[in-house]
């Protein structure tokens, strides 16, 4: 049986802490969404400065893939327990809601090691595996040892 290295998703500790209190169940999958908003403006190539009070865009098809389910119900209890908040300038079919996590929870940011049993953890895993790897920029001598 094959062992994976632990995945780790960002969260603040306040904002841990606040979950921890108020959500039961699924406490995985508004983690993924608060890891999904801290750390979308690192994996923006356009983006030049990073700043922690940016709003985001959430591409709802990736988070309902991961969380197995709708994220509207999810995002909807994060702004009910006041830790993201959204932009207001939704005009339909051209610009949709964008969210922040409110500036009084950027105090400690910490790792959070998902279970390797969660379906996060699993679905995660599995994208790494099928992300294509582009041969043809290897080195000469890896190149010809892949094709033996």
Do not use: W
């Not at 995985?28 to 190539?45: A, G, V």
């Not at 599995?126 to 033996?148: A, C, D, F, M």
């Amino acid at each position: 049986m094959k062992v994976h290295k632990p995945v780790k998703l960002f969260i603040l500790t306040s904002v841990l802490d606040v979950i921890n209190v108020e959500v039961k169940r699924n406490k995985e999958s508004y983690i993924y969404i608060i890891d999904y908003i801290l750390t979308k403006p690192l994996r923006n190539k356009r983006n030049k400065d990073i700043n922690e009070a940016e709003f985001v865009s959430i591409n709802k098809q990736k988070i309902e893939f991961v969380i197995g389910c709708n994220s509207y119900n999810y995002i909807k209890h994060l702004e009910k327990y006041e830790l993201i908040e959204r932009d207001g300038n939704y005009k339909n079919a051209k610009k949709s809601f964008h969210y922040r996590i409110y500036k009084k929870y950027y105090v400690d940011l910490m790792p959070y090691n998902l279970k390797p049993d969660s379906r996060i953890f699993i679905i995660i895993i599995k994208q790494g595996n099928n992300e294509k790897t582009n041969y043809s920029k290897l080195e000469p001598h890896l190149y010809q040892s892949r094709e033996k």
